[in-house]
C-alpha cells in the first residue's frame, strides 16, 4: 500500500470542476486562491476545505461515471488513505504544516450531477451510500500544502 500523500489540489473562481494547480496556500477560510459562487452552502470556516479519495473516484469511473480530481468539487484530492476512515472529528496533517479536523459530511449539490452518468450525485451520498461521501474541514493550523506532500491521519478528538 503506497503512503498517503495529496494527489491534487484543486480551486476554481467558482464552480466546478475546480481545476488542478501544484500548490496552495491554505487559510482558515479554505485554499486563498478558491471562491465558491454560493457562499449559502459552500465555503466558510466549518467547511474550509473540501476532501476526496482517488479511490473512491478511480471505483466511480469504473462503474461508468465521468467524474475525475476536481470535478465533485473537492479542494485536495488523497490517495492512500483508508477513505471509510476519514469521519467527523479525525484530525489530518496535509504536508508540513496545514492541520485539519473532518467536521462534515457533505451534501451531494446538483452543480456536479453532470459527473455522473445517471446524473444523480447522490451516489457520493452519505446517507444513501455510506463510505463514499466527500467531506468538509475546518482548518486548525494554516500553511501551505503541494502535490505530492504526505498525509498523516488520527483519530485524535480536539482539545
Not at 504536508?95 to 450531477?113: M, R, W
Request: aromatic content about 6%; hydrophobic content about 35%.
Amino acid at each position: 500500500m503506497q503512503h498517503p500523500r495529496i494527489f491534487q489540489i484543486s480551486t476554481s473562481r467558482g464552480g466546478v470542476p475546480k481545476l488542478a494547480v501544484p500548490r496552495a496556500a491554505i487559510t482558515l477560510e479554505g485554499p486563498t486562491t478558491d471562491e465558491q459562487a454560493d457562499l449559502k452552502h459552500h465555503g466558510g470556516p466549518e467547511r474550509a476545505l473540501c476532501l476526496y479519495s482517488l479511490e473512491r473516484i478511480l471505483e466511480l469511473q469504473t462503474e461508468g461515471h465521468p467524474i475525475f480530481p476536481g470535478a465533485a468539487g473537492e479542494n485536495i484530492t488523497l490517495v492512500g488513505l483508508p477513505w471509510e476512515d476519514v469521519v467527523p472529528g479525525c484530525r489530518i496533517k496535509l504536508g508540513g504544516t496545514v492541520e485539519i479536523e473532518i467536521a462534515s459530511f457533505t451534501t451531494p449539490c446538483a452543480t456536479i450531477k453532470g459527473f455522473f452518468r445517471d446524473e444523480k450525485p447522490n451516489r457520493i451520498s452519505q446517507k444513501h451510500h455510506p463510505g463514499w461521501s466527500r467531506v468538509y474541514a475546518r482548518v486548525l493550523r494554516e500553511g501551505m500544502v503541494g502535490v505530492g506532500d504526505p498525509v498523516v491521519m488520527s483519530q485524535e478528538s480536539p482539545s
